[in-house]
């Protein structure tokens, strides 16, 4: 079946940075077929997209996570990235990474993800 699994949370210090990585197995289609896209959610929040990744590697990031996140994808390894600098606390949230199939590239912001990891915590102390 269909697994992504989320690593690289943690506990840390306000301008601290984490790598987040994402390692799939079991999607139907080859790993660059799919849009990526990282997610989080705090605690009595809504989810929110933060980046997005097509199987080419074009990125799109939401408005406000532009700066500080940058993500990328390993396809030989079937791993998604996300590098996070200098976090604020604002940033606790799980985070999830989610997968599409849109073999086309382009935008991927705007896709339907269908697969979806467990999360992984990030705490953002001041």
């Known amino acids: 079946q269909v697994q992504l699994v989320e690593s690289g949370g943690g506990s840390v210090q306000a301008g601290g940075s984490l790598r987040l990585s994402c390692a799939a197995s079991g999607l139907p289609s080859s790993y660059s077929n799919y849009c990526m896209g990282w997610f989080r959610q705090a605690p009595d929040k809504e989810r929110e997209g933060v980046a997005f990744?097509?199987?080419?590697?074009?990125?799109t990031y939401a408005d406000s996570m532009k700066g500080r996140f940058t993500i990328s994808r390993d396809n030989a390894k079937n791993t998604l990235y996300l590098q996070v600098n200098s976090l604020k606390p604002e940033d606790t949230a799980t985070y999830y990474c989610?997968?599409?199939?849109?073999?086309?590239?382009?935008?991927?912001?705007?896709?339907?993800?269908?697969?979806w990891g467990q999360g992984t915590q990030v705490t953002v102390s001041s």
């Open positions: 990744i097509s199987g080419i590697g074009t990125t």
């Open positions: 989610a997968a599409s199939w849109w073999p086309y590239g382009g935008d991927c912001r705007t896709r339907q993800y269908n697969y």
